[in-house]
């Protein structure tokens, strides 16, 4: 099983850090839109993580299959069909007859050969369906210190070390995250590592996995509101369309 990214932040915690149902909500609205353009209604998510953005479109009337290497769907999303896929070492045995897939946070986190290596198994599950990813091509600011306040407790979420160095194709960033309760105890940490590859390279691994880019929607990441904004041009994040060349 490849594990290549791993959070020791509760999911809880995690959820209102990282994947508030607002962020959710604004990116579940731009793979809608998408799957709506190309008539897709049965959908495969990889990497769904807790699995928020599946249980909105499902709400919308899609009807999604969650899937992830390891299950930690959280709250509501547990009510979704899930199966688990670890997408770099095979197509999962996951039959079924979707009209597209997508993948949000997921491709980010692969290296090159892996990026190539998961599209194609993507590729063979969704056959001539759509897929749909999104990629942030810049490296983003991180926040430094956010507060939530989660049943009347305060957490903080302190980013303790970052690094960033170059690698063929843009950069790997590093970084360590810990997240301490109101008395200042740690209550879980996140230390992970990935690369951010130039818009050519995504695009080449792309190619090499024998899909083809039919449509783009640039977006531009926004550090403070900690999501994406729609960008009239060319951004430094995209969600990026794609079917079997
Ligand atoms: C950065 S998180 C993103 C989660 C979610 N999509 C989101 O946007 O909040 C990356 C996700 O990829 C999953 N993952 C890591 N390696 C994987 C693999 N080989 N196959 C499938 N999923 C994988 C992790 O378990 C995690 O849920």
Redesign the pocket.
């Known amino acids: 099983m490849?594990?290549?990214?791993q959070t020791g932040i509760p999911r809880q915690i995690y959820a209102r850090l990282?994947?508030s149902w607002r962020r959710a909500r604004r990116e579940a609205r731009i793979l809608s839109s998408i799957f709506r353009r190309y008539g897709a209604r049965k959908l495969i998510e990889?990497?769904?993580?807790?699995g928020r953005?599946g249980y909105l479109l499902n709400q919308e009337g899609f009807s999604v299959l969650l899937t992830?290497?390891?299950d930690?769907r959280f709250g509501v999303a547990r009510r979704l069909p899930f199966k688990k896929?670890?997408?770099?070492n095979s197509d999962g045995g996951v039959g079924g007859d979707f009209d597209g897939g997508y993948a949000?946070?997921?491709m980010i986190?692969f290296s090159y050969s892996d990026m190539v290596r998961a599209l194609k198994n993507i590729s063979r599950i969704i056959g001539r369906g759509i897929f749909v990813a999104d990629y942030n091509f810049e490296l983003y600011s991180e926040p430094r210190d956010v507060e939530v306040r989660i049943g009347g407790r305060v957490y903080r979420a302190l980013l303790e070390e970052e690094r960033v160095v170059p690698v063929d194709g843009g950069v790997r960033y590093s970084y360590r995250v810990k997240v301490v309760d109101g008395i200042n105890r740690v209550v879980g940490v996140e230390e992970a590592s990935y690369p951010v590859y130039k818009k050519e390279v995504v695009f080449k691994a792309i190619q090499e996995a024998g899909f083809k880019i039919l449509d783009i929607v640039w977006v531009t990441w926004n550090p403070i509101k900690y999501m994406y904004e729609l960008s009239r041009g060319e951004s430094d994040s995209a969600f990026m369309v794609m079917v079997r060349a």
Do not use: M, S, T
């Not at 490849?2 to 990214?5: E, Y």
């Not at 990889?46 to 807790?50: K, L």
């Open positions: 490849a594990v290549l990214w990282y994947c990889f990497g769904c993580g807790i953005h992830d290497v390891e930690w896929v670890d997408i770099l949000v946070n997921l986190i």
